[in-house]
């Protein structure tokens, strides 16, 4: 069972020694958003600030050269890195780090000078929403209500990756009251709003972010009037538009692997591959974007019958090289972005003829 207020207790200790402004660093989907908007406040609320929330978007890493050269000219004295994963080297040398995560590690041990909380090997996997709110709940003081205006935040991330039934199931206990008092519509809405800024070709999620740093309820969000939430609504027409094409495209199928390609601007393919996974519940469904950056294919691989989909692509690994992602992210929701010439031995190894390759 997942053990949150354990979690909340190691963070409260990990942070012990913080100085005040810790920088931030999180993902731009709705898990990652909303685990920094959690963050940020409840650090504010313990008096250490935070510093700038970064949010670590489309074709970054937080052990990229570039992001460090950016944090080394920032210069924060300590750092906060959530839903980012885990791999070998530190995020910046010499700057206290911890890592609040719940996908499978690239390494182990943590990076040199980080600390790890992560729920990834437990039943069930709790979300880097729930993380931080475990560490907002660690600061409430006893007999106080804690920090219940961020529940909502919290339920963001289960929603977003469960859909509202499977959160309820693997958490009753912050989804059961959550939604008596916010409706799972409302959620749901909230959650497809927040994710909807970062696929568009001009995508950025930092209107989302500052939604969740001073929205109340969900309803902020989805019947919000400021110009953040219009560019919300804005950017998922312009997604919903965008999946027209790929939806109607026959998918392409080689073993227990259908394909579905894609060629779009927009961050459309985890979409493109959930959509085809209550058809073809029997296989790993993969789509494939090869218009997002030039020289990458990105991918998102979804099903409904193999529980571990991070085993099942390093089974069927290509050599890699040193600007591959694969098989990053969840047992259940995985993918990764490759070079072009990566993509065509992947493929083909996986028994798909020319017609799936990309030139």
């Not at 999180?26 to 510093?51: E, K, N, V, Y």
């Not at 437990?122 to 006893?142: D, K, R």
């Not at 989804?175 to 409706?183: I, N, Q």
């Not at 691989?301 to 085993?311: E, N, Q, T």
Request: hydrophobic share 45%.
């Amino acid at each position: 069972m997942t053990d949150l207020a354990a979690h909340g207790a190691a963070f409260v200790r990990a942070v012990a020694g913080f100085g005040p402004e810790p920088a931030i660093l999180c993902h731009d989907d709705a898990d990652g958003l909303s685990a920094g908007a959690i963050f940020g406040r409840a650090l504010d609320r313990a008096g250490l600030g935070p510093g700038e929330i970064r949010i670590v978007g489309r074709g970054e890493s937080a052990w990229s050269s570039t992001l460090r050269d950016e944090l080394v000219a920032r210069r924060p004295g300590d750092l906060v890195v959530t839903d980012r994963g885990v791999q070998a080297g530190a995020v910046l040398p010499g700057v206290p780090t911890v890592l609040v995560d719940h996908h499978v590690p690239h390494s182990r041990p943590e990076p040199a000078g980080a600390i790890g909380i992560s729920g990834h090997a437990e039943e069930p996997v709790p979300t880097s929403s729930l993380l931080a709110f475990a560490y907002a709940m660690a600061l409430s003081t006893a007999g106080s209500d804690g920090p219940a205006d961020l529940a909502w935040l919290a339920g963001i991330g289960p929603v977003g990756g469960l859909g509202d039934r499977g959160a309820s199931k693997d958490f009753p206990g912050l989804l059961g009251p959550l939604l008596e008092t916010h409706t799972a519509k409302a959620l749901r809405e909230a959650v497809s709003l927040v994710n909807a800024p970062r696929r568009p070709a001009s995508g950025g999620a930092r209107p989302a972010l500052r939604l969740l740093l001073k929205a109340t309820a969900p309803v902020d969000i989805v019947e919000g009037t400021d110009p953040d939430a219009a560019r919300l609504r804005d950017a998922r027409a312009e997604v919903k538009a965008a999946l027209d094409a790929p939806r109607s495209v026959p998918p392409l199928f080689a073993g227990p692997v259908a394909l579905i390609r894609c060629d779009s601007p927009c961050q459309i393919h985890p979409l493109v591959a959930q959509s085809w996974t209550g058809r073809l519940r029997r296989q790993v469904v993969v789509g494939a974007n090869a218009g997002l950056r030039p020289g990458f294919v990105h991918f998102a691989a979804r099903s409904a019958a193999v529980p571990d989909l991070i085993a099942f692509l390093q089974e069927r690994a290509p050599p890699l090289g040193p600007d591959d992602q694969f098989a990053q992210g969840h047992r259940r929701a995985t993918g990764g972005q490759v070079r072009v010439q990566t993509w065509n031995r992947f493929v083909a190894g996986l028994g798909f003829g020319p017609e799936a390759q990309v030139p």
